[in-house]
């Protein structure tokens, strides 16, 4: 009976070539789902070179704006405004998020991380001009005046959970070998958290905060509560500062031919920023990374 009931040859035949044509199709399916996902990437960027590079000129990039109806101007105090804005939101989000993503990685089973991980998630979904009411109801308000600092909290507060999470994913990843190497050397498990296992997910975390730099970088809603925007050129904390997202969203909804165009300029430059901040980043990251276990490797 159970060489009766035994698949013959032909049949383990069929069985495999079956396997292996729905096997080729579903690849074939996968590759096609990958192409897909990329095409409109690159009919964005397509779209955003094609708008923006015809209005792209040295003018562009040290003119302030002109005024409405005419011809010319430039982003220069966006590109600034912008950069000053990023800058205050890594000082406010990224400390808190790294601490509280290695809090979270080292002592991930407790309530209170359990209590965190939670909030870090409830706010990473939280919509951005939630987050710009917030700052304009905590700074903006009592001190009567928009203002830069208010602008680079919203965002740093955009940035908090985003770094987090992915500081603890990063953390996770380092292999328990190295912390219990670290202790028996006789590290404390603050500086083997700090100076193994911080340093070994270093590129990791890296890449995430530079997620979190582009995150915020195009954010508008938040800075039209907070930063608010201005036509001239000012970089005091204290005071309105023109942001390339807000001259964007200006130019965008503006009547004139000429300012349209020049959006689409702003959003390029604006994608371009991203992109040279994260080049440079990596490097950057990547040379200290590769001397320190260079000279891990010599000793």
Known sequence: ?????????VQRTERMARRRRMGSFMTVVVWCAALLSVVPLILI???????????????????LPAPPGVSGGGVANGVAGTL?????ASVIGMPIGLGAGLYLAEHGRTRLATIVRYLSDVLSGLPSIVVGIFAWELIVRPSGQFSALA????????MIPLVARATEEMVRLVPVALREAALALGFTRWRSSLQIVLRTALPGIVTAALVAVARVAGETAPLLFTAFGTPFWSLRLDRPIAALPLQI?????????????????????LIALVLVISIIARRVTRSRFGAATGGARGD
Do not use: C, E, K
């Open 249 to 269: 969203y200006n130019y965008a909804t503006s009547p004139y031919d000429d300012w349209r165009a020049q959006a689409w300029g702003g959003a390029l430059v």
């Open 45 to 63: 960027a397509a779209h955003l070179i094609i708008g923006g590079a015809r209005v792209l000129s040295p003018t562009f990039f040290t003119a």
């Open 84 to 88: 000053v804005l990023l800058g205050i």
């Open 1 to 9: 009976m159970s060489a009766l009931a035994a698949p013959s040859r």
């Open 151 to 158: 602008g680079g909290f919203a965002l740093g507060m955009i």
